[in-house]
Structure formats: structure tokens, C-alpha cells
């Protein structure tokens, strides 16, 4: 049994990883520190960087603003949204009625649907989207 020779932790005879710091054990830790951190290549230097990209990052990102009514690649559009939206109320009316008119047997579904359903679609319906400023 030897201690960690980074963080001084006692560790088990067969450990090949400290427990405390993880570094290897039997490696000294500037050994260690240039084992976890590999190299990095070079900005740009890459293939996954394609030139459109290159200029685009060189240019800086885009302004862009939020927007609750705009289509955006994750968003609906206004249309969208308030299709979205009356396809979650309408159901809830009508398991409210249908709550209404058995008398409570059905009070789970609109329970259900207006304090989880409905606020769930509602707020992913009406997410603030990001479009570029123009
Ligand atoms: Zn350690």
C-alpha cells in the first residue's frame, strides 16, 4: 500500500486509478496532467471546419433576437403555435364538460390534462425561438 503520489491518498494495493484524484497510479502528475490533456490541433486546421463555416465564424455570430411569434428551426410560426394551442385547450374543455356532466367521474383526465398536459404543450408551444436580427 502507497500513498497517491498526487493528492497523498492511501490506496489499495491492486488500485491503478487513486480513488480520491484519479490520476494512475505509479505516474508522476505533470505526467499525468499531459496524459489527461491531449494536444489540441490547431484552430481551423481540421477538416471539420468546411471555408462557409471559416468566413462565418470570422464574421462573429449573427445578432439574433428572441422572438415568441416568429418561425424559427426549432419553433413554430404564429399559424403553428396557435394550432398547437387550441389542440390543447380544446381537449381540455371537453373533459371539463365531460367532468361536469358525469358528475366528477372523469376528474382525473382533466386534472391530468390541465395541470400537466396542457402547461407542458403550452410552454414548448410557446418557446421564445432565436431568429437573426435583420
Ligand atoms: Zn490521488
Same mark, same amino acid.
Given at each position: 500500500?502507497?500513498?497517491?503520489?498526487?493528492?497523498?491518498?492511501?490506496l489499495?494495493?491492486? &488500485? !491503478?486509478w487513486?480513488? !480520491?484524484?484519479?490520476?494512475?497510479v505509479?505516474?508522476?502528475?505533470?505526467?499525468v496532467a $499531459?496524459?489527461a &490533456?491531449?494536444?489540441?490541433?490547431?484552430?481551423g486546421?481540421? +477538416?471539420?471546419? +468546411?471555408?462557409?463555416?471559416?468566413? &462565418?465564424? /470570422?464574421?462573429?455570430?449573427?445578432?439574433?433576437?428572441?422572438?415568441?411569434?416568429?418561425? #424559427?428551426?426549432?419553433?413554430?410560426?404564429?399559424?403553428?403555435?396557435? /394550432?398547437? #394551442?387550441? $389542440?390543447?385547450?380544446? @381537449?381540455?374543455?371537453?373533459?371539463?364538460?365531460?367532468?361536469?356532466f358525469?358528475?366528477?367521474?372523469?376528474?382525473? /383526465?382533466?386534472?391530468i390534462?390541465?395541470?400537466?398536459?396542457? @402547461?407542458?404543450?403550452?410552454?414548448?408551444?410557446?418557446?421564445?425561438? +432565436?431568429? @437573426?436580427? +435583420?
Open positions: 500500500m502507497e500513498p497517491c503520489t498526487s493528492c497523498g491518498a492511501a489499495a494495493a491492486e &488500485a !491503478q487513486c480513488g !480520491q484524484c484519479y490520476a494512475v505509479g505516474v508522476p502528475p505533470t505526467q $499531459a496524459v &490533456a491531449p494536444p489540441i490541433a490547431p484552430f486546421g481540421g +477538416s471539420i471546419m +468546411s471555408p462557409a463555416r471559416t468566413a &462565418a465564424a /470570422a464574421a462573429g455570430p449573427a445578432p439574433m433576437v428572441k422572438t415568441r411569434w416568429k418561425k #424559427t428551426a426549432t419553433t413554430f410560426g404564429p399559424l403553428g403555435r396557435i /394550432a398547437c #394551442t387550441v $389542440a390543447l385547450v380544446v @381537449p381540455f374543455i371537453v373533459f371539463v364538460l365531460l367532468g361536469v358525469t358528475g366528477g367521474l372523469v376528474l382525473a /383526465a382533466p386534472v390534462w390541465g395541470f400537466v398536459i396542457m @402547461p407542458w404543450g403550452l410552454r414548448d408551444t410557446w418557446r421564445a425561438g +432565436s431568429v @437573426p436580427a +435583420s
